[in-house]
Every structure is written in structure tokens, then in C-alpha cells.
């Protein structure tokens, strides 16, 4: 099997894991959505600790505590995907998985929205018009739910956001999340210990089953990470890209097919517009990549040629 097969592979892995998110988190109630992002916290950083000690890799303490920019940045980043994960427990809790779904649908579109504004970058013609595109889509869905789509836009806008800030921060997906989730960690551990001591927990007070499910949320949180990361560095970007879709399309037949979520006309009027935005996006990141494979094959057989042509000496 190649590389770029086995990287596939291990995408597929990681969003098919992502898009049976609802089903897990839907296991966890009773316990509030505050009470589960604080055990996600947790035990990520107990999952991740283990795992690092395995590897013994330690070192990115020294790099990190050397450089107050780093620090900082990962400090941004614990914050938006802390919303972020809060965002999505309370959504799927709040039996709203389609609506998650939007968020994560969306966005590719947020992201080149914050390359505009935040990096400076241009876009090109169908990047606008797929944009157009998406904002005409929140506006219908905002008349079919009679107020913006919160959720799905807090997810976009916080995962954008996230997707940003990590990529300048250039950190290894393991060493970052253990250092996002430590960051976290000791309000969490002061929330756990308030609800312990005041009798509303429900971890370790519902059933061994439900205990097990919320130990095992830090499992859950970065085993599929780690499997991005693996296919990240074998796939080309335009197949994450498309791969990304993977999730949200499977939320999506969680929240009809298993919750029985409703999706009137009007929403899947919304949801066919985000569609086509996705599509104009897709189509345009797979034109330029052709036209940029072309004019590198153009290039190298241009500097090639002449070594070709020189008589034998």
C-alpha cells in the first residue's frame, strides 16, 4: 500500500470518527454539557500524558517555556477550541446535531472569510462567489429557524478562528492539544471539584457505563487528531479538503436518520445553498491545483530538455 493510500485511509478514519461524534456525546447525559467539556479536558490531558511519556517526547516544554509568543498563542487556542467543544456538546445535547452539522459544513467558507481579513490574502472570482453563496444560505436558514443559526456559526466562526491561530503556531498536533488541554485543565478540575462538592455531579454517579464513556471522552478527543495528523502529512491539501466533508455529511444522517431531527423545505433550501457554496469551492481548489501540476510539469520539462539535447562527449 503507498504512503498517500495509507494517508487516505487514516483521514477517512479520523472523520468517519468525528461524524459519529453525536452518538457518543448523547451517551453522556444526564451531565450537563459544562460538566462533560470539563472531563473531555481532562482526561485529553491524561490520554495525551501517557502517550507522550511513551515516546518520551518532553522536549517542546523547553521550547515552550522559552518563547512567551508561543505560550500566549497557545493560550488563544485552548480558548476557541474550548467554545468550540462546548458549542458542539450543548448542540448535540440540545438535540440540534443538524445544525452542528451546518457549523462544520460552513467552515471552509469561514476560514477563507478570516484569510481575507486576518492574512490579507485575495480571492479569486468563484471563492467570492461561494461565499455570496453561503451568506445567501444563512440568510434563508435564519427566516426557516427566525433567528441566525448561533450554533452553526459559533462552530464555524471558533474552528476557523482555531485552524488560524494553529497554523501559526506550526506544533505538533499531540504536543499542542496536551498543551491546550493543560491550559484548561485546572479551571475544569476547580468546576469538577464544585460540582462534586455540591452534590450535582454525575460522573461516577450514574452508571459504570456512563463513568467509563466520560474517562474514555480524552481517548475520544485525541485518537482522531492523531489520525488526522498522519494523513495530513501524506495527503495533498485539496484531499483533506475533500475528505473534511466526510464528517459533517455523516452528523448530518446521524441527526435525520437517528434523532429524527425535522428539516423543513426552507432548511434544506438553506442546507442545498451551503451545498452548491461547497461545491464552487471544491471545483476552484481543484482547478488551480490542476493549473499549478501543469505548469510544474511545463517547468521541470523545460529545464530537462536541454540536458537531453547536448551531444554525447
Known sequence: MSDERRGYLYGLAAYVLWGFFPI????????????????????????????LAVVRNWGFIKRLARSPRLLGGLALAALLIAVNWGTYIYGVNSSRVVETALGYFITPLVIVLLGVTVQRERLRVLQWVAVGVGAVAVVVLTIDYGHLPYIALLLAASFGAYSLVKKRLSLPPAEGLFVESAVLAV?????????????????????????????????????????????????????????????????????????????????????????????????????RRTRAEKTAAGATAATVEPATTLPPR
Open 187 to 287: 479551571p475544569a478540575l476547580v468546576f469538577v471539584g464544585w460540582l462534586t462538592a455540591s452534590g450535582d455531579a454525575k460522573f461516577g454517579n450514574v452508571s459504570a457505563t456512563h463513568t467509563v464513556l466520560m474517562i474514555f471522552s480524552g481517548l475520544a478527543t485525541a485518537l482522531p487528531l492523531l489520525l488526522f495528523a498522519a494523513s495530513a502529512n501524506r495527503v495533498p491539501m485539496v484531499g483533506i479538503g475533500i475528505l473534511q466533508y466526510v464528517a459533517p455529511i455523516l452528523q448530518l444522517a446521524v441527526g435525520l436518520l437517528i434523532y429524527h431531527e425535522p428539516m423543513p423545505p426552507a432548511r434544506l433550501a438553506g442546507f442545498a445553498l451551503v451545498w452548491v457554496a461547497l461545491i464552487i469551492f471544491t471545483f476552484d481548489a481543484l482547478r
Open 24 to 51: 457518543y456525546f448523547k451517551h453522556l447525559q444526564p451531565a450537563s454539557p459544562f460538566e462533560i467539556l470539563a472531563h473531555r479536558v481532562i482526561w485529553s490531558v491524561v490520554f495525551i500524558s501517557l502517550l
